[in-house]
């Protein structure tokens, strides 16, 4: 059976930077199930698995147009410490939810100093080019409750 719309494709994959280094993998975790169609992947990848069936291994290379898009530099900033609410002040490296105009955003803390945060709130592959290695180990029709509301 192929990928198609409303298909549920299991799959494993890992995913490097330009200089070959692992960011994520699911090798030695539980797989990635995908309902094609639905638009809870990349759309490279989604486009990629198209057409493919149990047993296909191929690479990708995603550029930031199809992948999580261009890094916005409107959304590094850096903000006084009095802009945070916590008891405690946060660690580069951590996640805070932010409020904006547009609603929350999550953000990553990027610098912390006597005076102000820095944080970031584009995700960390945004203007990135990556690659994904991807095996398909299997494919099935989704059932109507996945349809309806998505694979678990």
Do not use: C, W, Y
Request: hydrophobic share 35%; charged share 20%.
């Amino acid at each position: 059976m192929e990928i198609a719309d409303r298909r549920v494709a299991t799959v494993h994959f890992t995913l490097t930077d330009d200089s070959g280094n692992t960011l994520a993998s699911t090798q030695g975790h539980a797989p990635l199930l995908h309902l094609q169609g639905g638009g809870g992947i990349i759309p490279a990848l989604e486009r990629a698995l198209e057409g493919r069936k149990a047993g296909d291994r191929f690479e990708v290379t995603v550029e930031p147009q199809h992948g999580f898009g261009p890094h916005h530099p409107e959304l590094v900033q850096t903000l006084p410490r009095s802009a945070f609410n916590g008891t405690t002040a946060p660690v580069v490296g951590s996640r805070l939810q932010a409020r904006t105009a547009r609603g929350p955003l999550d953000v990553v803390v990027t610098s912390v100093d006597e005076d102000s945060i820095g944080v970031d709130g584009n995700h960390p592959l945004a203007g990135k080019t990556f690659k994904l290695d991807v095996e398909v180990v299997d494919v099935r029709l989704a059932t109507p409750d996945e349809i309806q509301f998505g694979v678990k």
